[in-house]
């Protein structure tokens, strides 16, 4: 029987890109990696000068989530009202509201984000 795992390296996780290569994503804990069923954790670093709003009014979840940023500055425009972001800073998105994230142009921009339910993160 294989040991139950706690602790999650953050450089032995997976990368994925997403966001239309916007983004470099590590699903750090979900059902797939530790079974857990009412959250899923994310760290998100977004190239420097990106964005990941795709179709002009970014995109929508049924999940609420939030995100922490870690790095670098940017922001995230919450139904089309933008908020400046730096390292320390918070932010809720609720259910449904259309949301993006960008990064400013000097450098990468590293957050996490936790969905409630876990859900979006399986699409990656």
């Known amino acids: 029987m294989a040991e139950k795992k ?3 390296p ?3 996780v997976a990368e994925k890109i997403t966001h239309g290569g916007s983004v470099r994503c590590k699903i750090v804990l979900d059902e797939e990696s ?3 069923t009412r959250f899923s954790f994310l760290v998100n670093t977004m190239k420097a000068g990106l964005n990941c709003n795709q179709t002009g009014l970014g995109h929508s979840h049924e999940e609420e989530h939030c995100m922490h ?14 908020y400046n972001l730096k390292p320390g800073d918070t932010v809720y998105v ?3 509201e259309m ?3 960008w990064a400013d142009p000097l450098e990468d921009f590293t957050y996490i984000i936790i969905y409630s339910p876990p859900g979006p993160e399986k699409n990656l």
């Open 10 to 12: 953050i450089d032995e």
């Open 34 to 36: 530790c079974g857990i």
């Open 69 to 82: 940023v870690l790095s670098g500055t940017g922001g995230i425009s919450i139904n089309e009202k933008p």
């Open 6 to 8: 706690y602790v999650f």
């Open 99 to 101: 949301h993006y994230v």
């Open 94 to 96: 609720p259910p449904g």
